[in-house]
């Protein structure tokens, strides 16, 4: 195994001279757009790495998935899905425009930034601090690291920058699909994209998602087996933003990307992956990161379909 993510690290290094690191975030800005890292975690929990495994970064998008979890643990299925809908927007991820023309108003999916500001809000706790806390709390216990924290730098760069996603939230707020503290739910939402991780984490997360939430390094439950699925099966249909169908082709792996450059994949009953390649396509999804896990894909036939 370790062979195989060596080579497919090697072959796929010239694709970090294509797209873009994130900028419109500033301090993302100063990640390193050559860093390429793998780490596939097994569910014997056997480690693999290759790459920039240690290099840290927000994670972004991909809390999507774990503060879905959580809104799925703290309220009834049905009343999280009462706030957010269960379909692909086919739209970017920061867009706007389907909270005025669908007919309901609500967030298409809990995978772009408005379903996403919804979930965050259903996340309980009677203060923001211990919202905060448990969020954090969740993180670490999803990737079994009792370090990870939130990148302030990041943080305040996403709270300087944040105007879209705090008119997309004020709308959600005057439309019904958020109770409570406009200005707090952000708060907990520009905290949740820049906590700090590495690929191993995200390798981690995968395979306890993969495992059906049980965590496969001491048999303990973290999550329910029908939470998992729901997030498996929003990584598949709308993981990668509007260019999830082509994903799904190309790879078929549940995955989860993030404009920090991480991509976080699921492949049930299998393993984890964590990938980190900052430069980006123009929908958001690392480029040298898709066209590595579409080679561990097709080299390790990891294709769920
Ligand atoms: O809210 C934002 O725009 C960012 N904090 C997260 C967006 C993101 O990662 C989209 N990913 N591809």
Redesign the pocket.
């Given at each position: 195994m370790e062979k195989i993510i060596q080579e497919v690290l090697d072959s796929n290094r010239k694709y970090t001279n294509y797209g873009q690191v994130a900028s419109y975030?500033p301090e993302l800005k100063k990640a390193k757009r050559d860093d390429l890292g793998i780490c596939i975690i097994d569910k014997d929990n056997n480690v693999y790495k290759a790459g920039n495994c240690d290099t840290k970064f927000t994670i972004?998008?991909v809390s999507k998935t774990i503060v879905l979890a959580m809104a799925l643990m703290d309220n009834e299925w049905q009343y999280v899905f009462s706030k957010v809908g269960m379909e692909p927007s086919g739209d970017p991820?920061?867009s706007i425009m389907k909270l005025e023309t669908n007919d309901t108003k609500k967030p298409c999916n809990p995978m772009i930034?408005a379903g996403a500001i919804v979930t965050t809000s259903l996340i309980k706790g009677s203060t923001l601090e211990e919202r905060e806390e448990r969020m954090l709390k969740f993180f670490r216990r999803m990737a079994r690291n009792e370090n990870i924290g939130i990148n302030y730098d990041v943080y305040k760069s996403?709270k300087m920058t944040?105007d879209r996603?705090r008119a997309m939230a004020y709308l959600l707020k005057n439309d019904g699909f958020i109770d409570g503290d406009v200005d707090e739910v952000l708060e907990l939402y520009f905290k949740q994209?820049s906590i700090e991780i590495d690929a191993v984490d995200l390798a981690r997360i995968g395979v306890n998602l993969a495992s059906y939430g049980v965590d496969i390094a001491n048999g303990e439950r973290i999550i329910s087996e029908s939470v998992s699925r729901m997030v498996k099966t929003f990584m598949i249909t709308c993981g990668m933003?509007d260019a999830s169908g082509e994903f799904a082709i190309k790879v078929g792996i549940p995955a989860k990307?993030?404009?920090?450059g991480g991509i976080m994949a699921s492949v049930p009953n299998k393993m984890g992956i964590g990938v980190y390649g900052p430069a980006l396509d123009k929908k958001?999804?690392s480029i040298a990161g898709v066209k590595v896990l579409q080679d561990l894909s097709q080299r390790m036939n990891l294709n769920i379909f």
């Open positions: 975030i972004q998008s991820f920061n930034n996403e944040g996603n994209c933003y990307s993030g404009v920090g958001g999804n």
